[in-house]
């Protein structure tokens, strides 16, 4: 049980450490074949950045069997600022990840449960095994977008992180 608010900068800090050491080596990471082709190398709407036509094309495409706007400008967002160098797409991701446990940890530590469930969780979203993580592909992006879900609170949501392991 955490005795001081105090605590709580250094859980965020120990979390961030965590994540970092976990996928340090992502900066050094290629595109895959998995689907980066489909998601940022042979996209074409994607390729050039992020224009008028291209976020048109992201709220209205059903590619790669999904409807995720976010992400396909997300992925135009990193064209724009690295060009199709995979090396910062990964560390993009890799931001993304942190923010995620970041915004996971603070969920669970503004909700009345033990702490032993706080640190299970907090550990299976940095760093756990099956937990999908930045250096799985390019389409990490995706992962911003279901970060938080209002509706899954307290038990319920460490239940389906830890059970189902959710990718957060």
């Not at 942190?98 to 449960?113: E, G, H, K, R, Y």
């Not at 640190?119 to 390019?138: L, N, V």
Request: aromatic share 8%; charged share 15%; with cysteine.
């Amino acid at each position: 049980m955490l005795r001081t608010e105090k605590q709580i900068p250094a859980i965020y800090l120990f979390l961030t450490v965590t994540v970092i050491v976990a996928f340090r080596q992502v900066y050094q990471c290629n595109f895959i074949n998995l689907d980066d082709p489909e998601y940022v190398t042979g996209n074409i709407h994607v390729r050039h950045g992020v224009t008028m036509e291209a976020i048109r094309w992201a709220f209205t495409s059903f590619d790669a069997a999904n409807w995720h706007p976010l992400t396909w400008m997300s992925h135009m967002l990193d064209v724009q600022l690295y060009g199709l160098n995979p090396h910062w797409h990964h560390l993009t991701n890799l931001l993304f990840h942190i923010a995620n446990v970041l915004l996971l940890t603070q969920s669970v530590l503004n909700d009345p449960i033990t702490a032993c469930t706080r640190r299970r969780c907090s550990r299976t979203a940095s760093a756990g095994p099956g937990i999908q993580g930045p250096a799985d592909g390019i389409n990490g992006n995706a992962i911003l977008k279901a970060v938080r879900r209002p509706r899954l609170k307290g038990r319920r949501m460490i239940e389906t992180v830890v059970d189902r392991q959710l990718v957060f």
